[in-house]
C-alpha cells in the first residue's frame, strides 16, 4: 500500500499505538526523503499541522530461507516519526 511517492505506509504497532496519545505518528517513507518533505506530504495528506519530524534508517535484518541453510538480508528502510501540533489527530484507522 503506497500512499504517496514519500510516504509509504503508516506503521500500526502496539507501540506506535500507544504514541497517538502524544500526538505523534510513525511512517515507512522513502530513503530519499527529507524532513521537510516529509512534513509538507503529511500535510498535503492529512490536513494536519506537522510540529516535528525525527527520522531513523532501520538496518536490513538477516532472514532464513525456508527449507534451506541459506540466510538472506533484508533492505535497509527509513523510519519517520511526526509529532503534531497539540489538539490535532490523524484517524489511520477506522473505529
Do not use: C
Not at 516529509?38 to 536490513?60: C, Q, S
Amino acid at each position: 500500500m503506497r500512499v504517496s511517492n514519500i510516504i509509504d505506509k503508516p506503521i500500526l504497532t502496539e507501540k506506535t499505538m500507544g504514541m497517538e496519545i502524544e500526538s505523534m505518528y510513525a511512517f515507512r517513507v522513502d530513503m530519499k526523503a527529507s524532513k521537510h518533505a516529509i512534513a509538507k506530504e503529511i500535510k498535503r495528506l492529512y490536513g494536519v499541522e506537522v510540529k516535528d519530524v525525527v527520522t531513523m534508517v532501520m538496518p536490513g535484518k538477516k532472514r532464513r530461507l525456508i527449507g534451506t541453510r541459506r540466510f538472506v538480508k533484508t533492505k535497509k528502510w527509513k523510519k519517520a516519526i511526526a509529532k503534531l501540533a497539540p489538539g490535532q489527530k490523524i484517524e489511520l484507522i477506522s473505529k
